[in-house]
């Protein structure tokens, strides 16, 4: 019987780490697209990094900051009560670290393509900056804001590298399907490998059309 | 009474240019801006609507200051309250015409405008049309209808008419000529087609590498007295050609091309490319209802 725990929890942490990351993003891609700052190349590579870094990297920094024997875990840990490694809360802001570039960077360019006249014209009827993001760009964004969440969604199922480093193998908690499948394939379970393999392909292969079709235009008859 | 005194530097094709400003505009009046592309019309309307900043100078309307370097008063488009309608008209590509309109509207203010300026640009039926469905003209019209939900005191319109038919073109300065007329405004528009402006602005602003070259009455400005003529039209100079005695000019009125005989006198001061007035005075022109 196929142990189901590892795919619910890979779903739940793909959810909340993209339901996070969306409102994290916004800002984030609006300031990214219309800032003059300096700061501005650090920041968008910080956010890149994630692409090019490998995951254990990432994983192995984050096990380090948020161990309870440093400082910064210490703090977490007696004032917050967080404890963020091998937990499902360590995971979640893992995640979220790592799939940011996936959520941030079609957001920012759906903004930066947008015509800096819609935005002038939103100010000039009165409308503050709050309210023109949420009434004008955001609706004119709709695929990019799509493709965002799809990719970071799809981007956090395939994790492993990050969760095997900070969020180890605890079932129910940090198990998820990517770690099963070695798992059992490490157990020489090839069956429950590839049934797990089998599920997440197919999952995310269906996610992804979805949103090339949407964005191509060929579900267009049935959304306004 | 507009009062308007900036300075600003910009970066144009041609290398850095000044662009200095200094100059009333009476309250009521239809002014036209008029100059060769580059001159600074639209960052003329950009600083007025506050969204480009001058880098010194100052802006008071009807005694209250929008903008004044000195004292650091620097009004956001937002608390300008001005009627703009841009060259690509920024219709909110998510909204229906109406819902463009009523975006428009400041909370809790009478929504019965809205129907009303629907109206005026008849736009009844297209009301619940997306923008990007309507055509050019359609389009402007909106953009014209939105500028005015908020009843601003100022409308300024970016060569609102220059990617428009000649047809709809006429269509449309009557519609900004009747919404100067009813909501009293004082409209500043950037034009550089002559006989748009002559037909629409009382008072033209002349500008030539940003700067003012010349301000005044439209018919002064382009050197046409009320000249008692039996008819007359402006056009373009098309081509030039030497017969004899006597100069055959190709004009170019509205689409059409019309031939003109021109003595020696008139002929040899012309070159391609001016605009023109022909007129007629000594003889009726005959008019005969074709069709």
Redesign the interface.
């Given at each position: 019987m196929l142990d189901w725990q590892p795919l619910i929890l890979t779903f739940k942490l793909a959810l909340i780490t993209t339901l996070l990351l969306f409102f994290i993003a916004i800002p984030l891609a609006y300031w990214m697209a219309f800032t003059k700052s300096k700061l501005k190349p650090v920041i968008e590579t910080l956010v890149s990094m994630p692409l090019v870094l490998p995951p254990t990297v990432l994983g192995f920094y984050l096990l380090i900051a948020f161990s309870p024997s440093n400082a910064f875990g210490n703090w977490l840990n007696e004032w917050l009560g967080l404890r963020l490694i091998f937990s499902f809360e360590g995971l979640l802001l893992a995640s979220i670290l790592y799939s940011l570039p996936f959520m941030v960077h079609p957001i920012q360019s759906g903004f930066s393509n947008l015509?800096k006249?819609?935005k002038?014209?939103?100010?000039?009827?009165?409308?503050?900056r709050t309210s023109t993001i949420i009434?004008?760009l955001l609706?004119?964004i709709k695929p990019s804001l799509l493709t965002g969440i799809v990719l970071a969604f799809a981007h956090t199922i395939g994790e492993f590298g990050v969760v095997l480093m900070i969020g180890g193998n605890i079932p129910g908690k940090t198990k998820v399907a990517s770690i099963a499948i070695y798992d059992e394939v490490e157990a020489l379970n090839y069956g429950a490998a590839n049934t797990y393999s089998f599920i997440l392909f197919a999952l995310t292969f269906t996610i992804l059309l979805i949103v090339y079709l949407f964005n191509n235009g060929y579900l267009k008859q049935f959304h306004k | 009474m507009i009062e308007l005194a900036f300075q600003k530097k910009l970066i144009s094709a041609t290398g850095e240019m000044l662009l200095s400003v200094e100059t009333t505009i009476k309250e009521g009046s239809l002014v036209t801006l008029y100059g060769k592309s580059g001159a600074g019309k639209t960052t003329i309307l950009r600083i007025l609507?506050?969204?480009t900043q001058p880098d010194s100078g100052k802006i008071s309307i009807h005694d209250s200051v929008w903008l004044d370097t000195s004292k650091k008063i620097n009004l956001?488009?937002?608390?300008?309250?001005?009627g703009?309608v841009?060259q690509?008209y920024?219709l909110?590509?998510?909204m229906t015409v109406k819902e463009n309109l009523e975006?428009?509207l400041?909370k809790g203010e009478d929504n019965s405008i809205i129907n009303h300026l629907i109206e005026m640009v008849e736009l009844g039926e297209l009301q619940h049309r997306y923008p990007l469905t309507l055509s050019g003209g359609q389009q402007q019209r909106v953009a014209l209808a939105?500028a005015l939900?908020?009843k601003p005191k100022i409308l300024m319109l970016d060569e609102p008419l220059s990617a428009l038919e000649e047809e709809i073109r006429y269509k449309l300065q009557q519609y900004i000529l009747t919404v100067h007329k009813e909501f009293g405004l004082t409209t500043i528009l950037i034009s550089h087609d002559i006989s748009e402006v002559l037909r629409m602005s009382d008072t033209v602003i002349e500008l030539e590498n940003g700067k003012i070259i010349k301000q005044g009455p439209t018919n002064q400005i382009f050197n046409y007295k009320d000249l008692s003529a039996k008819f007359q039209l402006t056009g373009t100079l098309i081509q030039i050609i030497k017969q004899d005695f006597i100069y055959i000019l190709s004009v170019q009125i509205g689409k059409d091309l019309v031939k003109i005989v021109a003595d020696e006198s008139e002929g040899e001061n012309l070159v391609i490319g001016d605009k023109i007035l022909v007129s007629a005075k000594a003889f009726n022109p005959i008019i005969q209802k074709i069709g």
């Open positions: 015509p006249s819609l002038e014209m939103s100010y000039i009827l009165g409308k503050s009434k004008v609706p004119n | 609507g506050g969204l956001k488009p937002q608390k300008r309250k001005v703009f841009f690509d920024a909110f590509p998510n975006f428009a400041i939105r939900v908020q």
